[in-house]
């Protein structure tokens, strides 16, 4: 009997010991805008909103660690597959926007290493930080233009 609770522990403490697994790449579709997604344990995400045939501007990129957004007006570091750091800007919202020229451009560098690469080292000002996953974030962020672009939205 003991050495049945001694397996048991001990496939508990492996168990534990595992480190968080990105739970693969989402995406979904409602009022005209599409959205994708991974998360890596609890409080752990990156989310990209695409306007798609929603009129108003809500492409963009937000990044949460620990359960907290990035402080506003702030940069955030991001790492793709270990190559050159990505010094991300955040805006007034806590996100990376796509609205003006800047931020399409900004948008645009981040879509496109979060869309190509294998991982994504993500850390905040205060030093917290998780790496992701990026497999099935191509197709899932899809065709995902920067607001700027459009001609088409409301202000």
Known sequence: MKFGKL?????????????????GWKSGYGQGATEAWVELGPGNRIHVSCTGGFPYAI???????????????STILLIVDDKDPIEVPIGEKQELSSNSRV???????VRDALKTGETAYV?????????????GADKAIGDCPADFWRTDLID
């Open 7 to 23: 397996v048991c522990g001990l496939i508990l403490c492996a168990a534990l010991a595992q480190p968080a697994t990105a739970e």
């Open 123 to 135: 850390r905040f000002p205060d030093g917290t930080g998780a790496r992701f996953s990026l497999d």
């Open 103 to 109: 931020e399409a451009s900004w948008f645009e560098t």
């Open 59 to 73: 492409t963009g990129v937000e990044f949460t660690l620990a359960s907290k957004s990035p402080p506003p007006n």
